[in-house]
């Protein structure tokens, strides 16, 4: 039997409906995903399922003795209490304290933290032992990896593989998609479908859907397009026929007005602005921490190049915006040095939103009182500016206190892309978009001139935008060339090395290395000239990654030869400005 089955649900606030009649049976056991764009309705149909929310039409049915728990998408700022103090709350039970201590052990809580101390990850999963309190026959989850580190995402797939109740989620995480989603309910227009498949094949067959659905309209058009023509010619005799042609244009013409289409996808264009020299950034043995006898960093040594695109990956509390603050000289280090490269403008997107004004408009957030604003030097209507992030003329009016976690977002976006330096520094960008923008702003990012540094728990997002990684644990920090999964395949084999048996001593010990000779005085003529010839061969090889990188976009590239051309022209590209750096560095010392 059902634990949940909706009938005919409309919901509406105003305009068209944003649920309209839908229908839907949640069975013991499941693991369904909700899908749709940003404004769908998909929150407001949890909020009905959960009975927070009352349809204006149509019925919610529940099994008998059902239980349902409901974990909303905001994570409060304030909360009194304890993590043991507020479990206990929920079970509404003094008696069954050894309950909130299980669900303590159960989610890896401390039980005597105060939960305003507590990280956003944290705090999230106390939430969840909250409804877990309760315990649900069904758990209803509104973006639950928003704030939450890589580590916990994947606790948290693990949890709901094996865990006794139904679930029913939204998310925009890929990766957590394809390992918890094996059911899908994507709500497309007010209307809502089924898909009794993991969320790989509802991709592939959502969009066999949407072509037919194309060709359908296309057909369409072309016989009003007809029928327009034939009646502007005049109707030649009343005949039964005629006025029956005439209904069934009139009946057309009613379809094509109650046609709800497909909303528009943002349109992003990033453009970097100047050019900094090769080394953007470089450290040396920089240590860092608010307590002197605590340091939250510790003898980082990095080297960022012009045009890297690097993902920073760590645990919450690692250091990670500690490390970004070192970056854009928003912190001083307590050892060792560190400095900006020559031309480098920052550009930040901070994941708080602290940039937004929430009692100002959207338009006065981005243009503050200006009709017009210039991007990538080209000058746009401050509207049609907004219409690109999906901001409609009326939205742009509204205070910002109003938009929807995904509005946010793609706001901040907005002023960012007016000013996006040449090293774009972004701190959790994916929290609350939806699919369809995070994949456009992928493919920006991808294409992007100057250097990024990214923040994200976004596993599909790093390995669609980072070429290397640096990971923060225990206060150091590792670089990886690659993405997420490149990184966790080079841990792979370093756990597997670390396991192996030690290799035998050799009986012959090899001769010792010789001694590099220091003692010389100035560069040789070779070196003399490579620092002549370099910079031009670097900056032919960035334009050929530039170009294979472009090829790589195209619809029928050849993805393997491309790859492979890519890797090896990006491996020349790293030699040359080693090579390069090495040898300006020599030429300043022995000045």
Known sequence: MALITLHDVTVGFGNAPVLENISLSIEPGARACVTGRNGEGKSTLLKVIAGILEPDSGEVLKAPSTRVAYLPQDVPEDRPGTVRDILLDALHDPARAHVADALCTRLSLPPEATFNALSGGLRRRVLLGCALAREPHLLLLDE?????????????????????????????????????????????????????????????????????????????????????????????????????????????????????????????????????????????????????????????????????????????????????????????????EQRLGSNVKPAFFDQLRGALDPEATVAENVAEGKEFVTVGGVRKHLYGYLGDFLFTPQRARTPVKALSGGERARLLLARLFLNPGNLLVMDEPTNDLDVETLELLEEQLANYQGTLLLVSHDRDFIDHVATSVLVVEEGRVTAYPGGYSDWQTAKARQEAAQQAPAPKAEAASKPAAPKRDNSATRLSYKERRLLETLPSEIEALEAKVADLNAQLTAPNADYTALSAELAQTQSTLDAAVEQYLTLEEKAESLK
């Open 144 to 336: 639950p990896t928003n704030h939450l580190d890589i580590p916990s995402i994947k606790w948290l797939e693990q949890f709901l593989a094996t865990a006794p109740f139904a679930c029913l989620f939204i998310t925009h995480d890929r990766a957590f998609l394809r390992a918890v989603a094996k059911t899908v309910f994507d709500l497309d227009r007010g209307i809502l479908s089924g898909w009794d498949c993991d969320y790989p094949t509802f991709l592939r067959r959502k969009a066999d859907l949407l072509a037919d659905e194309a060709v359908y309209w296309e057909r369409k058009a072309k016989k009003l397009s007809e029928e327009e023509a034939w009646l502007r010619r005049g109707v030649k005799a009343r005949t039964c026929r005629n006025e029956g042609r005439v209904a069934a244009l009139m009946k057309l013409r009613q379809e094509f007005a109650e046609r709800r289409t497909q909303g528009g996808n943002a349109t992003l264009t990033l453009a970097a602005d100047g050019r900094a020299g090769d080394l953007v950034y470089r450290c040396e043995g920089v240590t860092f921490g608010y307590d002197p006898a605590k340091p939250i960093l510790r003898d980082v040594s990095l080297r960022i190049l012009r045009g890297e695109r690097v993902g920073i990956i760590g645990a919450n509390g690692s250091g990670k915006s500690t490390l970004l603050n070192l970056i854009l000289g928003r912190l001083t280090p307590q050892t060792g």
